[in-house]
């Protein structure tokens, strides 16, 4: 796989037939774009890299309109990846009747209308997003043909989480996507311990997989070292109603009152969003709001700070999820500060690959933020070390690859 900086497609287009004639590939199907654009993206393309490594041929049936199939030049195995778009998403045109109806009642039919018309019929059919609307398409047509169904699962969404409300159609797809249609699906990928747990005890076959990515490919800027005496700190994201990024700036803020030195660099959010979130105050001095940056900008970007920061609530929400943040950090080789939700106790060791708060509260985590203030530049380098290694050692899309293997030939009819 290369850097996911600039995955390269190659300029030499294929036709369908050799692609999807016979049955020996995998079919990946979603609502999502790629192989950039939104988190599902890079859950897709590492998963599907796994595949391909292992000797799969995966055929991206993605969500934006791009019918010519293309391949994706990001397997260093046997397999192979390629993709296409069907237009499952809704264009920016469309009225909200018109979006609405897409999302929750047609999301999935183009997906079995390009299924049905292939040359051969895939081994699999691999889905991610879409909820209770693309099930409702696609179960049938893998059941009526014989071909497993699995399911990448990513999430548990809290009732005040999606468009709508708790009691909104979004909602309610979710839900029913959850507890009905993934529990009677032949297996699920799970992101989460806590999601691989919930689907096993519904007897469902599970493989767990965190968020991967090409970690050996991402290049490491060998100028960055832990030598200056003042610490940066940075945020990635959207905050939305899961990361806590008004206690992080308030942490930050007391410290500051204190007179520490430090800068907080925030990438996602406006101004005014953080302000917002504030209830309107201005900002402190030591935090910079950088904007958001292209994708291939990103990892310097991580680089340049001694740590990220990454707060939530321990609701169910964040423990079914798992940041990709998180990996993405430890990949670039910068330690994080992180209070313990999902998996990140497995990954996250106090003093080695980073800093754990004890809890979300603020008090919490300006301890943590003190914490770092006190470690030699020599510690924090280390910390550098440690973290690149266990993103090495645990988000490396190679290592899944058996893994995958293995759970796609047990579900073989």
């Not at 897409?102 to 049905?116: A, D, I």
């Not at 754990?356 to 910390?383: C, G, H, N, Y």
Request: aromatic letters at 8%; a positive charge.
């Amino acid at each position: 796989m290369t850097s996911p900086d600039s995955p390269r497609v190659d300029s030499a287009r294929t036709t369908h037939e050799a692609v999807t004639g016979g049955s020996e590939w995998i079919a990946y199907v979603g609502p999502f774009t790629f192989p950039w654009g939104q988190p599902g993206s890079r859950r897709v393309l590492g998963v599907a890299g796994s595949l391909a490594l292992a000797g799969h041929r995966v055929v991206v049936v993605s969500g934006e309109l791009r019918p010519q199939i293309a391949k994706l030049d990001v397997v260093e195995g046997p397999g192979s990846v390629h993709h296409l778009g069907i237009g499952e998403l809704p264009t920016g045109r469309a009225n909200l009747l018109t979006r609405s109806l897409q999302q929750l009642v047609n999301q999935g039919q183009r997906t079995v209308q390009w299924l049905e018309s292939q040359p051969g019929r895939p081994s699999h059919v691999f889905v991610y997003g879409g909820h209770a609307s693309y099930m409702f398409h696609l179960r049938p047509w893998c059941r009526r043909n014989g071909i497993p169904l699995v399911a990448d699962v990513v999430e548990w969404y809290d009732r005040g989480h999606l468009r709508g409300g708790p009691l909104g159609p979004l909602r309610a797809s979710s839900e029913l996507a959850l507890r009905y249609y993934y529990p009677r699906c032949d297996g699920v990928i799970a992101i989460s311990s806590f999601l691989e747990e919930y689907y096993d005890r519904r007897g469902v076959r599970t493989v767990r997989v965190p968020p991967t990515l090409d970690v050996q490919g991402m290049r490491l800027d060998s100028s960055v070292r832990a030598v200056n005496a003042d610490l940066t700190f940075v945020y990635f994201g959207t905050p939305g109603k899961k990361d806590l990024l008004a206690t992080m700036v308030h942490a930050v803020c007391q410290l500051e009152r204190e007179g520490v030195d430090l800068e907080f660099r925030i990438h996602g959010p406006s101004r005014q969003q953080v302000q917002a979130l504030l209830g309107g105050k201005e900002l402190p001095r030591a935090v910079r709001i950088a904007g958001r940056l292209p994708q291939q900008e990103v990892p310097p970007a991580v680089q340049a700070a001694d740590f990220s920061v990454i707060l939530r609530r321990p609701e169910r929400f964040a423990q079914a999820g798992f940041p990709t943040k998180f990996c993405e950090s430890l990949a670039n080789g910068t330690p994080v500060i992180a209070n313990l939700t999902s998996d990140l106790g497995s990954y996250l060791r106090h003093g080695v690959e980073g800093l754990v708060a004890e809890s979300d509260t603020l008090e919490a985590i300006v301890e943590a933020l003190r914490a770092a203030l006190k470690l030699s530049p020599q510690q924090r380098l280390e910390m550098r070390r440690a973290a690149r290694q266990q993103a090495v050692d645990s988000f490396d899309y190679r290592r899944h690859a058996s893994a995958l293997a293995r759970f796609a030939e047990a579900l073989r009819y």
